[in-house]
């Protein structure tokens, strides 16, 4: 959930950022490097490949491509202009993977998965957004709060408290880019915040724990942006949670136009195989024969190359699945890095009850957060905060009166093992209805007995209980990591030598690590990198020199 920027590095101190540096690096040169010393070092991958070309003179050559999201689909994309057979295996009825819609009883589409474009500048979704007459849009900077009993903050209360929130999160990430080298793997990002707020909140001010206890309050809201408590993120490793700059928009009419355009070029010049399983690879041995491709369903495919685009969450439940097994580096990368748990629910109500167009009624627009609820004990003893996004007032072509709700952690993993237990969509409904009425009802406006006030649908995800997904959301950086950084540059090289490239939003930039735009660079990224081992420019055309 993020209506706030989360890129803390001005334009003039790019040239000494890390995550900058990597973005150029990996946009620059989204090939296969080596200098003379790695050639010398590693005379096996420019021989592999080329072992492997020779054998493919006369034909295409063949590649399969695991995984039908964003990552996959715009790797599939490259290799058809570059002039290569593409098979794409998808354990789906659908391409999209973790982008994928759903209905609600109104009619509308929702998102199950990313809602938002995180970074306007050179953002590559956004040109597909723009491209398709996508529907964005944002709200302030600002949420509406509530306290512990319902009861809604002033507003300028929820502005001073939250400014100092994220002048703590600004400054982790200053603190973190600049001594990552000395920080300890064990230090959290919530320890940042209990060393900071007081700093900012003195012993000397009126109140000063209780205000004090309101940012660490609104603090846990981090959790929203990666799918892990505060307590879990790494603050060694912070600066990886950077994100492009410029403007974050939520896509108001859902990801499909943009998932259809990327799609469009793997529909019309691949071969899909759907509702197929993919539970082992078997990568080239010393000889540079072709890899082997296995199912659940008793198939084998042989490809020159093969990209795994499956999740990060994936990958750590199947290191058994690589014949010959992972190298101990990109095993270790595989395990180190963190995997969250974001999930979400939409609420949809006749009318939207918590907007008004008098400006002197209590009102909700765009975001709002209930802080550790103690009205609710019954159902949330452990007094989860609650928060939520109101798409009432989104453009009147893309907005509808719903909650969408955003939760994570073990809250998560609650609702979605309550909900995996429910035999039947009603019974489903009532839990959620019963589970988040505490907290829709404290919205101004609210009726116990008007017809408004009732919900008419709701839709919620349960990427925890899908296998497909790697159970769960998508990477971050937890508490324990020592080399971050290295682990994602690991996961991202893959093992060309062996003719196994691996792609997806765990691979990405730095700075798009997590995000669609990021699952969508790294395919592009590796399709290049195919494109140039087999000396294939655009077309097809074999240029040797």
Request: hydrophobic share 35%; charged share 25%; proline share 4%.
């Amino acid at each position: 959930m993020d209506a706030y920027s989360i890129s803390f590095t001005s334009a003039s101190q790019r040239s000494f950022s890390r995550i900058w540096k990597d973005l150029k690096s990996c946009r620059q040169y989204s090939i296969v490097e080596m200098s003379a010393e790695d050639l010398l070092d590693q005379p096996s991958l420019g021989q592999r490949i080329g072992e492997r070309r020779a054998r493919s003179s006369g034909r295409k050559p063949h590649v399969g491509v695991i995984g039908a999201g964003l990552s996959g689909l715009r790797c599939t994309d490259i290799l058809l202009q570059h002039g290569f057979e593409v098979t794409l295996v998808e354990g789906r009825n659908r391409l999209g993977g973790r982008v994928h819609q759903a209905k609600l009883p109104s009619g509308h589409k929702v998102d199950a998965g990313p809602n938002w474009i995180h970074g306007t500048n050179d953002n590559p979704i956004l040109d597909l957004a723009k491209e398709t007459d996508t529907v964005t849009g944002q709200w302030e900077e600002r949420s509406s709060v509530f306290d512990e009993a319902g009861k809604q903050i002033p507003a300028t209360d929820a502005i001073y408290y939250s400014g100092i929130m994220w002048d703590v999160v600004g400054a982790a990430f200053a603190y973190s880019n600049k001594h990552s080298a000395t920080i300890s793997p064990d230090e959290s990002l919530w320890d940042f915040f209990k060393k900071e707020v007081p700093r900012r909140i003195s012993d000397s001010e009126e109140d000063f724990e209780k205000k004090r206890n309101f940012v660490y309050q609104l603090a846990d809201q981090w959790g929203a942006f990666v799918g892990s408590h505060i307590f879990t993120q790494s603050l060694k490793f912070f600066w990886l949670e950077e994100c492009i700059d410029g403007e974050n928009l939520f896509v108001g009419d859902t990801y499909e136009k943009i998932l259809q355009l990327v799609a469009k070029p793997a529909v019309e010049g691949a071969k899909i195989k759907y509702d197929t399983i993919v539970n082992r690879i078997q990568s080239t041995n010393d000889e540079g024969e072709t890899l082997k491709v296995y199912t659940e369903g008793g198939e084998s495919f042989e490809f020159d190359e093969v990209v795994l685009t499956a999740p990060l969450g994936w990958l750590k439940r199947h290191t058994h699945a690589f014949e010959p097994a992972l190298p101990s580096r990109l095993t270790k990368a595989i395990k180190s890095i963190g995997y969250g748990c974001l999930e979400k629910a939409y609420i949809s109500f006749p009318k939207a009850f918590w907007s008004t167009n008098n400006s002197r009624d209590p009102t909700v627009q765009g975001f709002c957060q209930l802080l550790a609820p103690n009205y609710a004990t019954d159902t949330n003893p452990n007094k989860w905060n609650q928060e939520f996004v109101e798409l009432s007032s989104l453009a009147p072509s893309a907005s509808h009166p719903t909650l969408l709700y955003y939760f994570y952690g073990d809250q998560s993993k609650f609702i979605t093992g309550e909900l995996a237990k429910l035999p039947s969509k009603e019974k489903k409904d009532a839990f959620l209805y019963n589970w988040f009425k505490p907290y829709y009802s404290c919205l101004p406006n609210y009726d116990e007995n008007s017809a408004d006030c009732q919900p008419i649908g709701c839709y919620a995800t349960e990427w925890l209980n899908d296998e497909l997904a790697g159970n769960g959301s998508y990477s971050n950086f937890q508490v324990g990591l020592e080399e971050g950084d290295v682990d994602i540059e690991t996961m991202r090289k893959g093992l060309p030598n062996r003719g196994l490239w691996l792609a997806g939003e765990h691979t990405a930039p730095f700075v798009a690590l997590g995000t669609a735009t990021g699952a969508y660079w790294s395919g592009e990224s590796v399709g290049k990198r195919i494109a140039q081992a087999y000396s294939r420019g655009e077309g097809g055309v074999v240029d040797l020199d």
